[in-house]
């Protein structure tokens, strides 16, 4: 907006403490702007010219403009000079020769107390409620809150008065505001009554807390609402649909000029009552001798109202017979309904709510990120009630976002664990969780009996349930993580059970919230259920003594999928497999975690079984331990425990631990030669080779690799002459024969390939890529890395496509491109720290000896910087990054910078054409916040998140998000 530009000169010293809030608005300003644009910006002109002079003259600070569509937030250490500035304004206001059509009338509001200032803005309470109370005010009206009041009441001009309005609920804040009016003889003074919850006609409860996140879900309800005349907030127990439908409905109450009215049908046992819970909260009586319903009817017939319905599961017929009714006979009124299952009435809308949004389970947030996250911000505020925010270090916030993970986001849980933050740490609450229907207990007294214990909440959905329903509920608690349907009908089924009685079965639980749906992209586990709700099904499953048998059948399912994966043919490997178990994975945990006490032998098959998942995925410590773990309980000398131990010795070489691997190589070989089996013998004669090469000992390497292929090959082994033809490649390689290197690496890749194992294809695409870099073949160098990329992402691939990436860093280093080098070389490294896989000796080396030329050409605070920017990269933008530099067309390195002086000149350059608002909105681009999502978290109009982000697009001259967030990433503005 024009006059949004003229903040810069006001914007310094801003004061901190205890201070006076101005929060100003202009009355209908969408309107005049959408009629009378040209006339409305002179009026701007001049609004903002009188805004600026006033708080400039009286000592204040202009803080933000545009904070929400045309308002200003001006803040002031003397509570006396606030009032003065706001009365000068109205005077001039009032006596200005406005331009036709647009003469604005502003509504102010006042309000002292503390904030907190971080980066420019106010935060915090004080400023929430001089937002509040400015909402409530009319355009031309100042009015002050009662500590402003209080405090400037004595000192005023003997033609200034303060009128009483009275005291007032504000929407979302729990206690009550008196209020005052600023009057002046030279200003008008009747004004409508203030727009707050008191002047409404509702019987809507005041909200004794505040109500935080749900931003998202209001607005797309609120969209819903106006467009449906029945919408059911369903969700399992304790996810807040009663407090949000209430939040809903309090937002709504100027849109209903007959009121909002709330039906609470916890309360009532019997459905022949409901009807009279629905006339007594609209205010009706029984007449004698007339049913109830046709005198409830005839009062709504000629009402627009909304009748928020909450808690209609247990009366779900009738809640569903009187809503049908209603919507035929009194066409303006809207109902709400929550319920724990949908009413089933013609042209209801469902809305599923969803627990409370947490950061993703990857990545290390900081503190600062974690405040942002939904759950964790109504951990702190209930922990810490009526409290400035306590500074969080890094272990306490993850400890509470671990305490809000396992908690599922239900806020209920989250408040109730909250509480217990008053006589524990976090970290004694987390270990707690695992009993946690004894430890979640002691809501508040005000709350109903279902909201004062968690067990209780979740009892009252059990009971609900039939017995057959009650049967799968508690049988699916087996289940860690997800499940589709053909996994319930292999594990829970009764013998003889139908496939149809299963499919009715889920879809009634689902209906019934105790089941949630996933989304579609989770194709093979499209079902879970809550971590709080599983471990209370799993407390019935065992009540019913049923535990050990579907424990049992749900190891033997997921080995059965496991070994169905291995024995899939020689594209084990396959990404589409992979993807399924590691889908599963939460599952295949279980299985091992019950095997491991009911069954040796499955238990070793299971861990064995899983080779290919724990290897291209990065599980590769994890899956040691199972093997370990396995192994130690299984010492028969059979073909099982030596496939097993060449397995732990293959994740163990991943790991760098040589000494560990050669020992499981050696027993391997040892045991496979006594149970003649070939194939394995070959395999760990291979690995072992290849173990002793990167220990430095190619001496013994040889051999042992010369033995694999000849044991292979005798037994017709494609799959192990593949793989020994690989280390004979390596082995050859670090010898100095690049040659024989190269017939090896191509034959291992053409068998490779017709086995249709395409992981290992992409690792020696890899190396051959290096070996035509040696012979100055830099066009297949190329093709062969862009393939193997490609192929990688395909795959998903998290461990070789290290190797990758680092040869893709020698090959920009050959190429004297340093940056490139340093910052692919960067992004490896935290590919391998990440998975805990470090590069083997010999490569490592040969990696930093080409990082050493890419430092000396860019200086040490270019190379950090590059270095960091690299290890800051998501694998798939390392991936990106690595296809448009192989790219020729693309391929071009940026000039690197090789003077303080340049780099200063760049980001000067870079800063200059941004101002700190754009810059702070940039970053939060960066980081992948959409702009409804800035403008929540900022306190911003969402339309004037939009002209920022065009703005910031204009003047990089770019023209998508994804570069702006790259731009930040450059300006080191997504490091905090």
Known sequence: MPHAQGSASLLTELPSGTLTFLLSDIEQSTTVWDQHPDEMRRAMEMHDETFQNAVSRHHGRLVELGREGDSLLCVFRRPSEAVACALDIQLDLHRAHWPSGAALRVRMALHTGEADLRDGHYFGPAVYRCARLMATSN?????????????????????????????????????????????????????????????????????????????????????????????????????????????????????????????????????????????????????????????????????????????????????????????????????????????????????????????????????????????????????????????????RASTILRICQRLDGIPLAIELAAARAKVMTVDDLLVRLDDRFRLLTGGGRTAGPRQQTLRATVD??????????????????????????????????????????????????????????????????????????????RERLIEAGEAELYLRRHADHFLQLAEQAKNAGPSRDDSGWLDRLDSQHDNLRAALQTSQTESADLNLRLATALLA????????????????????????ETTLRAEALGAAGWLSQRLGDFDRAASYFEESVRIARLTEEGHVAAESLANLALVRLLHGQSELADPLVREAIAIAEDHHDNYATAGALLVMALVAYFEGDFDQARVCAEKSLALHRELGNEKVAAFLLACLATLAL???????????????????????????????????????????????????????????????????????????????????????????????????????????????????????????????????????????????????????????????????????????????????????????????????????????
């Open 774 to 976: 040696d012979n100055q073949d830099e066009a297949m160098a190329r093709a062969n890395l862009r393939e193997s990329l490609e192929i990688s992402r395909r795959m998903h691939e998290k461990v070789d496509v290290a190797f990758v990436l680092e040869t893709c860093a020698r090959f920009a280093a050959a190429r004297s491109n340093s940056a490139v080098a340093v910052k692919l070389a960067g992004a490896a490294a935290s590919v391998r720290e990440t998975v805990g896989a470090p590069a083997a000796p010999p490569w490592r080396a040969m990696v930093e000896m080409s990082q050493e030329s890419a430092r000396a050409t860019l200086g040490v605070e270019v190379t950090d910087a590059r270095w960091r920017e690299g290890r800051a990269l998501s694998l798939e933008q390392a991936i990106d990054e690595a296809l448009a530099w192989l790219n020729p067309q693309t391929g071009v390195e940026p000039a690197a910078p090789n003077s303080g002086s340049a780099r200063r000149g760049n980001a000067q350059t870079a800063e200059a054409g941004l101002t700190k608002r754009e810059r702070e909105i940039a970053a939060l681009v960066g980081r992948g916040l959409r702009n409804r999502e800035i403008a929540s978290k900022l306190f911003l109009a969402p339309r004037t998140v939009d002209a920022h982000v065009e703005h910031i697009r204009n003047k990089l001259d770019v023209h998508s998000r994804t570069q702006i967030a790259a731009w930040a990433a450059s300006q080191g503005l997504l490091e905090d």
């Open 139 to 395: 355009g031309g009206q100042t009015i002050l809150s009662g500590p402003t009041h209080d405090l400037v009441v004595d000192s005023l001009p003997d033609s200034v008065t303060l009128l009483d309005l009275g005291s007032h609920r504000l929407k979302d804040l729990s206690r009550p505001e008196r209020v005052f009016q600023l009057t002046h003889p030279d200003l008008p003074h009747d004004f409508p009554v203030l727009k707050t919850l008191d002047a409404e006609l509702t019987n809507l409860p005041t909200e004794l807390t505040s109500f935080l996140g749900r931003e998202v879900e209001l607005s797309a309800l609120k969209e819903l609402v106006g467009k449906s005349r029945l919408v059911t907030i369903s969700g399992a127990g304790g996810l807040g649909k009663t407090r949000i439908a209430l939040h809903l409905a309090a937002e709504l109450v100027d849109g209903f000029p007959d009121g909002v009215w709330l039906v609470e049908l916890a309360p009532v046992p019997d459905p022949t009552l409901a009807v009279g819970a629905f006339a007594k909260s609209v205010g009706v009586r029984e007449i004698p001798g007339t049913p109830l319903l046709l005198t409830l009817t005839a009062h709504l017939q000629t009402r627009n109202c909304l009748i928020v319905m909450d808690n209609c599961e247990h009366l779900i017929d009738e809640c569903a017979r009187l809503s049908k009714h209603l919507i035929a006979k009194c066409p303006d009124v809207t109902l709400l309904a929550t319920s724990r299952e949908l009413l089933g009435v013609p042209g209801e809308q469902l809305w599923r709510l969803a627990p409370l949004a947490l950061p993703p389970a990857t990545g290390k947030p900081s503190a600062r990120e974690l405040m942002e996250s939904e759950a964790v911000r109504l951990f702190v505020d209930r922990a810490w009630p009526n409290q400035s925010v306590p500074e969080l270090d890094e272990h």
């Open 613 to 636: 998942l724990w290897d291209a995925r990065g599980y590769l410590t994890e899956g040691r331990d199972w093997l370990e773990k396995a192994l130690a309980v299984w010492p028969d």
């Open 460 to 537: 009252w959905s059990y009971e609900l349930l039939d017995p057959s329903e009650r049967k799968l509920f508690r049988r699916l608690s087996v289940f860690a993580g997800g499940f589709a349907l053909a996994d319930v009908e292999s594990v829970c089924a009764d013998v003889g059970e139908q496939s149809g009685e299963i499919v009715e079965l889920l879809a009634r639980l689902v209906d019934k919230s105790l089941t949630i749906p996933v989304d579609a992209g989770d194709g093979e586990a499209p079902m879970r259920l809550l971590e709080t709700l599983q471990q209370y099904g």
